[in-house]
Structures are given as structure tokens and as C-alpha cells.
């Protein structure tokens, strides 16, 4: 699994570009789905048949990661960005961004005066070693991710986009380890989900489903004096939603997460985070409402260039949700 985790991770996709990681996805799940589609915004929809006594579930990953969009370029070939998503400056500066056709650019700052700011997007520019205008590889509106390699430490997996190209993997684990389920199962590899969860949207909508799952990370302040308290450490297990800012999940559904874990004695922990929002609740408000839930990965360093995960929490993710599906 490590290996097409790294894949993914090292993709180029941020929000409305997920041309490339969709071309990996499709490519690994191929042989494991009845029928494979990409709808009109890119979202990649995979469907596997169950046998006719199950519901209709809609699991959601998406595939766009954060990132940045050119606005300006002046005449010495430094070119100015707008964020796509929520990135954090502060992480920014010095950093690399790599735009679709690899060119890479260097993240640099200008002078601050007051040094106890943190950076605003405003004072960044990136360097891709244009002179000016004419040799400058890249357009206004081309988009760049950040650039970093997937490296191990310890159980963990630190790389650039674990959000949520980490969710993605997941839904490819479960594909390839459920080889029955009474369920009609949509695998939904979502796009523009940084930018207010639009590919679900869009995704949910037409499939109409009974119940609704997303996979995506989530905040894992186990680190020394985090921003905010909340029962989830790196190691413990997926994380189960109770609540974020965009959702109260449906009580059946964190029930039969919780149930299925505690039968199949697969480590967990209640997720209450105090901000943010999933596909899920895409899902739970598309037309006359769907029954949601949401399965979290613990990451530490989010909406960075290292977002660190541990790989036991990533396969207990896989076992829960293929253990619930399976029937
Ligand atoms: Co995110
Ligand atoms: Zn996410």
C-alpha cells in the first residue's frame, strides 16, 4: 500500500487540476470496479454492485490538494499568488511549488519590518528563474502545488497532500480488500474539495445516496502545547466523527463505525474538531438529505508540506470501513 501512497502523495493536484491523480486512480482500480466514470467536474466515480438486499452508500475521498494560482508576473519574471484553498504562509516561505508541467519555483519573501508577523500571501512571490515576462515559463492563472517527497520516520508517513490523497488510498484499500458486499458501493474520488467540497456536491447530488461516508483527514494536536484539545493522538486509530464545523454526524452512522470496530477489536477514537469540513457534509445536506458520517485520519501538520500520518492508523481505516461493508 506504501507504494501507490507515495504516488499519490507526490502527484501534482490542487483544486480543479486533478487530471494527473485521477489518471492514477483510474489505472489501480481498473479491475476492481463494475463501472468506472469521470462526471463533468472531474470527479472520478467508481461503482461496485452489490447483490440486491444491501443500500446504496456513497464513500467520498478527494482528490485536490491545496495550493496556488499565478495573478500577476512583473517585468524582472517573479510571479505573484493567490492561494487555492487554505494554505498557511508561515509554511510557505522558502518552500517549492511545481506547476503542472514540473517546473518548479521557489517560494521567497519580501522584507518584513515588523519581523514578530507572521507572512501574508501578499509578501510572497516565486522565483521559477525567469528574467522577465518573455522567458517566464508559466501564465497567469497556471497552478502550482507544493512540492515535497513522501519520506518515512518511525510508523509515520510525512509528505505534501496526505490530505487527502491519504483518504484516496483508503478507498483503494477497501476496493481491493472487499471481494463481497451485499451493498451497491459508489467510490467517489472527489475534486475541489479545498476550495467548499464542490466536486461532492456536484457527486452526491446525482448519485442520491442512502448513506454517505467521506474519508479524509483530520487535526491531531498530540504535539507539545497544541493550538487546541481533542481526544485524538497519531497511532490510536481512524477517528471517528461526532462533529466539525460543517457537520453533526448522523448518529446510525458513527454507531455502526463504532460497533463494527469494537466487534472487530480494530483501535479507534471520537473525533469532536472544532472547525472544518468534510464531503460528508456535501453529502448529508444534498437534496432531501442523506444519513452521513465521516472516518478520519489523525495528521499532524495540516495544509502543510509535511503532513504526518502513521501507517497503522491508515490500514485500521481500511479494516473498518471493509469490516462494515462487508456486510
Ligand atoms: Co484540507
Ligand atoms: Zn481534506
Redesign the pocket.
Known sequence: MKKIIKQLVEAYGPSGHEEQVRALIKKEIRALADEIRTDTLGNLIAFKKGNGKGRRIMLSAHMD??GVIVSYIDNKGFLRINPI??GQPLYEVTGRVRFADGTTGVIGMEKQDDQSKIPVIDKLFVDVGATGRKDCPVKVGDAACFDRQMVETGGNLIAKSM??RIGCAVLIGVMKALKNSPHDIYFVFSVQ??VGLRGATTSAFGILPELGIAV??TACPDTPEAPHKMAVELGKGPAIKIKDAGMLAAPKIKDWMIETAERRRIPYQLEVLPF?ATDARAMQTTQSGVLSGCLSIPCRY??STSETVSYSDVQNAVKLLTAMLVK
Request: charged content about 45%; glycine content about 24%.
Open positions: 490538494e491545496i484553498g487554505g490530505d487527502d474539495e479545498e479524509d483527514v472544518g495540516v495544509h
